[in-house]
């Protein structure tokens, strides 16, 4: 029995260090909803994992939402590629139960997992939490959002959850990209012309990873031709997952020509275009 409450309250701890802000009886029912506890109330490994990503990604979006509650009457959160809607839930858990306002749209392609994601969000009654069925670059949104969020959604669809977020005017953007193939393919295909640019790309290893760091430096500089102040960092260590690098973004004016400019000189050097450079019409205006 007292083996029994000591491990409850080391979960308590547990859970507390994990999602500060969050109610904990109603967060441990969620988790087990979510199979981030087992039906027992354990913590396993990958949940474990999971859930420190979530908090990183929680700690260094809080200013992001600080300061869109703050400015906003009723703010609008978009999490894009969104899965189980991990995040989702537990943003809404740590910080819009707090709240009297503000609304979370998680949009996910797969239609089980926004149905089962709906009736979670009826059942522990996150009334400001809608789940939408569809493409990202298609989803219906309000025509205003203010942060726009998108964890490992995979290769272009990280792409497109920066569009719609600049499209909308977002005050906020944080994506952690996933896997990236498109630019690999690219600097395949046709690649840089000068001679020492192209030995950049001769190996498929060495595309793969120049293609990778490539599509997220495109990603920033779109970002800052685009107005927004960029910051690049590492979502949590190593040991958690590969991909880990969040890209965020404050909207601080309309556009930054240099930035245009240097995104322009990158991509033609290189020879790709990128989705996001497809998608997205130039920052500056003619
Ligand atoms: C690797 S999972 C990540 C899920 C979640 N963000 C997380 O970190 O737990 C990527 C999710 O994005 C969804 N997805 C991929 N491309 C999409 C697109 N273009 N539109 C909507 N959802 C997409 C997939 O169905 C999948 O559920």
């Given at each position: ?17 994990l ?15 979510l199979?981030l ?14 859930l ?25 959160i978009?999490?894009?590629?969104a ?7 537990l943003?809404?858990?740590t ?24 009736e979670?969000a ?53 994506v ?13 295909d ?6 020492a640019?192209?030995?950049?790309c ?66 033609a ?14 920052a500056?205006?003619?």
């Amino acid at each position: 029995m007292r083996k029994k409450v000591d491990r409850g309250a080391a979960l308590a701890g547990e859970l507390a260090q994990l999602l500060p802000g969050a109610a904990p009886e109603t967060t441990a029912e969620l988790l087990k909803d979510l199979h981030l506890l087992t039906r027992e109330g354990d913590l396993n490994a990958d949940a474990r994992r999971k859930l420190k990503q979530i908090r990183h990604l929680l700690q260094l979006v809080g200013p992001a939402l600080d300061d869109v509650l703050a400015r906003h009457p009723d703010p609008v959160i978009v999490d894009c590629g969104a899965g189980k809607s991990y995040l989702g839930f537990l943003l809404y858990a740590t910080r819009l139960v707090r709240e009297s306002k503000g609304r979370m749209i998680s949009i996910e392609s797969r239609a089980e997992l926004v149905a089962a994601a709906s009736e979670r969000a009826a059942r522990f009654g996150c009334a400001r939490m809608t789940a939408v069925a569809g493409a990202i670059a298609e989803a219906p949104l309000p025509e205003r959002v203010h942060v726009v969020t998108a964890l490992h959604a995979c290769d272009t669809a990280t792409d497109d959850a920066l569009v719609r977020a600049v499209t909308a005017g977002a005050d906020w953007i944080a994506v952690v990209p996933c896997c990236q193939a498109e630019v690999a393919r690219q600097l395949g295909d046709g690649g840089p012309s000068e001679p020492a640019l192209a030995a950049l790309c001769a190996h498929p290893w060495h595309r793969r990873e120049l293609g990778s760091h490539l599509t997220n430096v495109v990603r920033a500089l779109a970002l800052e031709a685009h107005g927004y102040a960029v910051t690049v960092t590492e979502l949590t260590g190593w040991e958690h997952s590969l991909k880990n690098e969040l890209i965020l973004a404050r909207r601080v004016k309309r556009f930054d020509r240099a930035a245009q400019e240097r995104l322009d000189e990158l991509v033609a050097r290189f020879g790709i275009t990128p989705a996001i450079v497809r998608a997205l019409p130039t920052a500056v205006p003619t």
